[in-house]
């Protein structure tokens, strides 16, 4: 009987060892893991937590390496298969239209919680006190040319170059016409679309090998951020933070996740589909780090590979909602931070001016806080030195900008695969009803 019962008693140990191993072989586990040791090793020991941040930039620097093809690869490949050129620029068009309603939703729910909840209210900061050469390395923006310049932009001067350089706009401009031309030229030339397919396969390929590093480069990405920008200043800042994650969070259920359910979508469903992905962009603050495997995740739960390829990198771009709030907020904040009094008038034209320069810096890799400067600048109401305010907690903040902006850019594919009637929500259901019962 005791032999039984030891056998038994051994059993469950090896099932349970098996459970935990089968578990913590899951990237998103292993990712998450990585997130705790990171805020952990930055807060008790933050001067050795800010050596670690080469981790965290080599994960980057390798996920950049082959975004780049990847998005060249997906888009033409999805353009070939769009039947014509109408169909691509209708989808284009419907793509920007939801852009930019988002984007307008965004700065308001921005604007109402700055207004509502005051996070600079009673500071009394005198802008002649403020770090002005902290804040000078933002006012020589890369931006050149507002709106202008941002078109000018979008045609590389080298196709190659734009590819090793991961200028996403660039590559979408280039893919396009390349895509386009195939699509004209018929069937003649489907031996080159095979070779891209192809091609598609290796580098996909070689993003599986990459994402297998994703929680060193998480771990070395957070011990940065927490050691380099810690909790004295969450200390000072804090309403700010705060009040920032819940209108992101705010925009995300009630916005984007509305959306999702006029799209016949479980939102929460979803998020837990993609928790991979967020946990990564979460720790490393990068949407380029997900944007391959989102997109092939996209494509299995059913959504046309014509409305992914075109309308997800584009959102990396015009769709841009955690930098949109971000941008309202912040603006406000250094008014209620500096004693700067605006009329409804003056809020009206900041909420403008950053409107058009968001969009004149699209494709600018970590460009918010020179739309911010550009902003302030060309209102001329609220100090410039005031981002020197904001400058310690950036970093922070832009964990949850950049998740923002991943499930906005996700939902917004949806809403345009449902709009073109480019979705089997068959595949869809079942995916994701698999996907909550695994976890």
């Known amino acids: 009987m005791s032999v039984e019962t030891n056998e038994a008693s051994e059993h469950k140990v090896v099932k349970t060892k098996s459970k935990l191993w089968n578990a913590l072989s899951k990237i998103y586990i292993q990712v998450f893991i990585a997130l705790i040791l990171g805020v952990i090793v930055g807060f008790i020991f933050p001067a050795f937590g800010t050596t670690l941040q080469p981790l965290g930039d080599a994960f980057i620097a390798l996920i950049k390496m082959i975004v780049g093809p990847i998005v060249f690869c997906v888009l033409v490949l999805g353009i070939a298969s769009s039947g014509s050129v109408e169909s691509v620029g209708r989808v284009g068009v419907k793509a920007l239209i939801y852009f930019e309603i988002l984007s307008v939703i965004a700065l308001a729910i921005g604007t109402a919680f700055a207004l509502l909840f005051n996070p600079g209210e009673n500071m009394g900061i005198d802008p002649a006190s403020l770090d002005t050469e902290a804040a000078s390395q933002y006012t020589s923006s890369p931006i050149e040319g507002g709106v202008t310049g941002f078109f000018l932009n979008i045609i590389p001067a080298n196709p190659i170059a734009a590819l090793a350089d991961g200028d996403i706009l660039q590559i979408l401009f280039f893919s396009l016409l390349f895509g386009i031309a195939l699509l004209l030229l018929g069937r003649k030339y489907n031996p080159v679309v095979q070779g891209v397919q192809f091609l598609s396969e290796i580098l996909f390929k070689i993003m599986g090998f990459i994402m297998r590093t994703a929680p060193i480069g998480v771990f070395g990405a957070m011990a940065f951020t927490i050691g380099a920008y810690g909790l004295g200043t969450l200390r000072q800042l804090g309403l700010l933070l705060i009040v920032f994650w819940s209108a992101c969070i705010f925009f995300l259920i009630f916005v984007v996740g509305v959306v999702a359910a006029l799209c016949k979508v479980n939102f929460f469903k979803l998020i837990r589909y993609f928790q991979e992905e967020i946990l990564i962009v979460l720790g490393t603050e990068s949407t380029e780090a997900v944007m391959p495997q989102c997109m092939k995740k996209l494509r299995d739960m059913g959504v046309s590979r014509r409305i992914t390829s075109l309308t997800f990198p584009a959102g990396y771009s015009f769709n841009m909602d955690g930098a949109t709030i971000y941008l309202a907020m912040g ?54 030195a005031g981002v020197a305010l904001l400058i310690g907690v950036d970093r922070i903040m832009n964990e949850l900008r950049s998740v923002t902006n991943l499930i906005g850019n996700i939902v917004a594919t949806i809403f345009i695969a449902r709009w073109e009637k480019a979705i089997d929500y068959d595949v869809l259901e079942t995916v994701l009803n698999r996907k909550a019962i695994k976890n």
């Open 331 to 384: 603006a406000l904040f250094i008014a209620q931070a500096t004693d700067t009094h605006l009329s409804w008038g003056q809020i009206a034209m900041i909420l403008a001016v950053g409107f058009v320069t968001s969009h004149g810096s699209a494709g600018v890799a970590g460009a918010v806080f020179f739309i911010l400067v550009a902003t302030l600048d060309a209102v001329g109401t609220i100090p410039v």
